[in-house]
């Protein structure tokens, strides 16, 4: 028989042709579908607290807290840092 992709001669009882790897018959069970829905962490959630640690930062000298400002802002950064990470993680 011949392979239905590229035509080359092969075998009547192979499965797929040695050529170019197609089945020589429809599959008995299709692939389930891929889910599309956008379930997790939205990019949201990570640039919204990096934006906050961006303001606490231009505004922590002017507060008379300084310091104090500045740790709260570095923390958020971090959590928007970290909830970016995971939401690249989770589309891989």
């Known amino acids: ?34 889910s599309t829905r956008g379930g997790g962490l939205p990019l949201l959630a990570g640039i919204i607290p990096l934006l906050l640690a961006l303001v606490m930062f231009a505004g922590a000298h002017a507060s008379g807290y300084p310091r104090e400002a500045e740790i709260g802002a570095a923390v958020l950064g971090v959590a928007g840092v970290l909830m970016l990470i995971a939401r690249v993680m989770q589309r891989r």
């Open 1 to 34: 028989m011949q392979c239905r992709n590229c035509g080359t001669e092969i075998a009547d009882k192979a499965i797929v042709c040695y050529r170019c790897g197609v089945g020589t018959t429809e599959p008995v069970r299709r692939p389930a579908p891929l």
